[in-house]
T-cell receptor, first 114, second 113 residues
Framework: NAGVTQTPKFRVLKTGQSMTLLCAQD?????MYWYRQDPGMGLRLIHY???????AKGEVPDGYNVSRLKKQNFLLGLESAAPSQTSVYFC?????????????FGPGTRLTVT | AQSVSQHNHHVILSEAASLELGCNYS??????LFWYVQYPGQHLQLLLK??????LVKGIKGFEAEFIKSKFSFNLRKPSVQWSDTAEYFC???????????FGGGTRLMVKP
């Protein structure tokens, strides 16, 4: 099992450019999440999905869109990147079959917006 | 809304020293509690978790945490740290529905050899 994988690992964008981050999990998990990690602020939830075809906003959704067309994939899009979106982005997944909904994290994508 | 506070942002210890990292949360209902660790350059890994039963939880690598409901706390402890424990530690809480994790701001631990 690869667990949770993310592509790309690093990306540099200019202000106004767009990009899509891909998250894939092979654990057949129902829930998937996108977080951003900034120094001193821990991880903050951007968007999440409780199943294929459904998404919901988290704590900091502005400037991002997501899609979950397949159960194993969760895409995070930036339509018009801004320097404030410079961050490390983590994807995670969890299963409804586990009583504590433990989340499993990917390796992260480091995004710099200049 | 739930929130999590980690009081120590940076901790520096010498090897063999004892460790205690504070975590307090605010949420009125039943909670699940977690400690995650992020080693330099790596992704988050689960250290330990509490969802019911014995409030003293043992995790990997000699870590343990105690859930004190009356204090809304879930402090992480290790009797004797090693250089390899240098990492950032995150406390997190989820409600009983389980699908939303709220993280604390993290504590960066440096262990000097």
């Amino acid at each position: 099992n690869a667990g949770v994988t993310q592509t790309p690992k690093f990306r540099v964008l200019k202000t106004g450019q767009s990009m899509t981050l891909l998250c894939a999990q092979d654990m057949n998990h129902e829930y998937m999440y996108w977080y951003r990690q900034d120094p001193g602020m821990g991880l903050r939830l951007i968007h999440y999905s409780v199943g294929e075809g459904t998404t919901a906003k988290g704590e900091v959704p502005d400037g991002y869109n997501v899609s979950r067309l397949k159960k194993q994939n969760f895409l995070l899009g930036l339509e018009s990147a801004a320097p404030s979106q410079t961050s490390v982005y983590f994807c995670a997944s969890s299963s409804i079959r586990q009583p504590t909904y433990e989340q499993y994290f990917g390796p992260g994508t480091r995004l710099t917006v200049t | 809304a739930q929130s999590v506070s980690q009081h120590n942002h940076h901790v520096i210890l010498s090897e063999a020293a004892s460790l205690e990292l504070g975590c307090n949360y605010s949420y009125g209902g039943t909670v699940n509690l977690f400690w995650y660790v992020q080693y330099p350059g790596q992704h988050l890994q689960l250290l330990l978790k509490y969802f019911s039963g014995d409030p003293l939880v043992k995790g990997i690598k000699g870590f343990e945490a105690e859930f004190i409901k009356s204090k809304f706390s879930f402090n992480l402890r290790k009797p004797s740290v090693q250089w390899s424990d240098t990492a950032e530690y995150f406390c997190a809480v989820s409600n009983n529905a389980g699908n939303m994790l709220t993280f604390g701001g993290g504590t960066r631990l440096m262990v000097k050899p």
